[in-house]
């Protein structure tokens, strides 16, 4: 059983300056509920129990987030917000169940999660990325369900113009949702890529892929690419591709960012026919 996931969130989110030069671009928030909160959620619905984060300069607001308010809370309580004291305090796990790790430079992914490698044992273990935020059904919910053993990665289809912004996959047999992975390429280039199935930023990883991020070699951006050590685990212990049923936005875009924002705000029943009205009056009156 997966019952512990990594959450790396050392990067500097350079895409959304000046708005991350002092806020984690994970503490953006989609609607009333930052980034990260979201991911976590979607762990604890997979059946996560151990939370792990893997964090940088700056990030105190992540840690600050999951802790107690004792001032806000006792501001809540006496004026009888109920609801939302309930909000706040529901966002706390239990001690002992989160856990922080420094990451000293920004050198990727794989860095990031080798950082945590003192706190895995030899299980698999859930990785997730909080940028790449899924609409719907819990993407890693789906993922644990499905597992067996080896790696598993979350896959979707993308045009393949877009292949240099991804990890590829190579499918050697694909049922339409489940896929074997024979290969695996980081950001290739599209006439260089072996297929249009992208990685989104959802793993399961076993332990021996520690031990291939162990030796800390360096691939695209100069950087501890996660999928590297993933590609050369492939032959060793299964590796298989998960299509989730839920629609991904990439939130370390601004238009991905924007997208999820308007997509969740649908999703409220006490906002979506104010904001569908505004945008028809604002956007779509002739």
Known sequence: MVKKAIFPVGGLGTRFLPATKALPKEMLTIVDKPLIQYAVEEAAAAGIEEFIFVTGRNKSAIEDHFDHS??????????????????????????????????QEPAGLGHAVWCARHLINDEPVAVLLADDLIFGNSCMAEMVASYKSGNMVAVMDIPKSDTGSYGIVTPSADDGQLLVVSGLVEKPSPENAPSNIGVVGRYIIEPGVFSQLENQSRGAGNEVQLTDALARQIGKVPFHGFRFSGERFDCGSKIGFLQANITFAMSHEDLADHLKNWIENRFLAT
């Open 70 to 103: 004792f001032e806000l809370e006792e501001t809540l309580h006496a004026k009888g917000k109920d609801a939302a004291l309930k909000t706040v305090r529901d966002m706390i796990y239990e001690p002992g169940t989160v856990f922080y790790v420094r990451q």
